[in-house]
């Protein structure tokens, strides 16, 4: 399965959902879907590194960390991402994250997201073998 993220429907709020081969792959594409609900991920410049670290108990723990934790460096460095490298070892997550500052006249941000929650959480090994990572978020 080649690597790819997508919204999907929630009553008031957006789901995110990342697949990839690797546990990994699909956080990253889960952090793509969460930008492209504010931009576009293909205009934003991938001109800024901020290293991100976070833990979580279990692997859906994990994921709304490493999703709230992206939520805190766009909202307090006023940074959108579309690049995203990661590494999980044992509940710890490693990532760096490439974006640049908002440019409201170029990016056109239509929302703001406010956090990821524990709503259709869901972290999963599927037949495939490949990975998928899933949440809803408030916007």
Known sequence: MAPH???FSHAAD????????TQAAAFE????ALTAIV???AVVAQRERVDITC?????????VDWLNALVFEMATRNLLFSRFQI???AGHLRAAAWGEPVDRQRHHPVVEVKGATYTALRVTRRDDGSWMAQCVVDV
């Open 55 to 63: 833990d979580g108990d279990d692997a859906e723990l994990l994921l």
């Open 5 to 7: 993220w997508e919204h």
């Open 29 to 32: 594409q889960a952090a793509l």
């Open 87 to 89: 590494d999980i070892d």
């Open 39 to 41: 931009v576009d991920p």
């Open 14 to 21: 957006m789901g995110v959902r990342g697949c990839g081969a």
